[in-house]
């Protein structure tokens, strides 16, 4: 029998017992020193009669049944084996993208008998974690002197009037921007259809639910906006953090030139070119609040992309120029906007400006 250890899981130490995480099949369970030792033998497939034969026969027969426990648990693959195909496919499929990335995916996949409350019962649940812990805050202030907006006008401003598919069909990626300086009162339009309240209902809910103009997994709106102005009226350049319940920047005093945007946009030059840049990140224990599941952080690189996307129609709507970006240099975001990469994880960019003449 050839036999390797499956690459399908991962090991960590918890609780002074290492654990075996099968995460393509959602087990976990501690191992022994002697099985964590080993695997380290089959790294790739061997042959353990070849690898036991030079051991004393009581020797062979204990980790013979020790190895035999490791195949019936799936911590070692048989070769040729139905578990041999299942994880040469899983492999053949995700292996340029690495461990880490098919580690989320099946790690937060959710499988045939996964159990699911019903709404009365995941009501039941909130209602009482009501007291014992409160819902963070669906908005959040730095608490420092801010700039007060333009509000959003009663009536629907001239570039609302655009119909729809119009929009949709005009939509583009500008990865280049005119000279001119962005209008104050469009860029507050703009922030406070991104992530202000609804007009429609701006009620927040007993348990932190807010309705804005994108939809987010259970109300919760994890996404916090800040904005890097460069050339926008009225406004010093620099970091702005929008605090969308009182409709305002908050200056975070971090100003970065053309160079550090590139530079935190994986190098590319048009991001640090643009005269305004928002920046997005995730509030994780807003969503964490009411979903404990690890699949919920799926949900919060859904949530950007629903917002992105309604940043992208507005400012076509407007007549910007707009792009987004995921690549990112997370670090250099989370130092300039002063983020807890534990609590607030950085999201994405969009890029605005006046469209090239």
Known sequence: MRAKVAEHATLFYQDGAVVWDDYLHHRQFAISETAELLCRKFTRFTDVDELLAPLPEADRAALRKVLDELVVAGVLIVEGSPQHEEERRLLAAWREWGTSARHFHFASRTL??????????????????????????????????????????????????????????????????????????????????????????????????????????????????????????????????????????????????????????????????????????????????????????????????????????????????IGFTAALRDQLLEQALGCDAYHEVVLGLSALGPLPE
């Open 112 to 321: 045939a008998d996964a159990p699911y409350q019903r709404a009365e019962e995941h009501d039941a649940v909130l209602d009482a974690k009501l007291t014992a812990a409160p819902p963070p805050a669906p908005f959040r202030s730095l608490g420092r002197t801010a700039v007060l907006l333009p509000p959003l006008a009663g009536g629907s401003p001239k570039w609302a009037e655009a119909g729809l598919l119009d929009v949709l069909l005009s939509r583009r990626t500008t990865r280049e921007f005119g000279p001119g300086a962005l209008s104050l009162t469009r860029v507050g339009e703009l922030l406070a259809v991104l992530a202000g309240p609804s007009p429609a209902r701006p009620r927040i809910g007993r348990s932190g639910t807010v309705f804005k103009t994108s939809p987010s997994g259970g109300g919760r709106h994890p996404v916090e906006l800040y904005a890097h102005v460069r050339r926008v009226e009225a406004l010093e350049p620099g970091w702005y953090h929008y605090d969308g319940l009182a409709h305002a920047l908050e200056p975070i005093g971090v100003t970065w030139g053309p160079e550090e945007m590139t530079a935190a946009a994986g190098d590319q030059e048009w991001v640090g070119q643009a005269p305004l840049v928002l920046a997005y990140t995730g509030v994780l224990e807003r969503t964490r609040w009411r979903y404990d599941t690890s699949r919920a952080y799926r949900v919060v690189q859904m949530d950007v992309g629903h917002l992105s996307q309604t940043a992208y129609l507005v400012a076509t709507a407007m007549g910007f120029g």
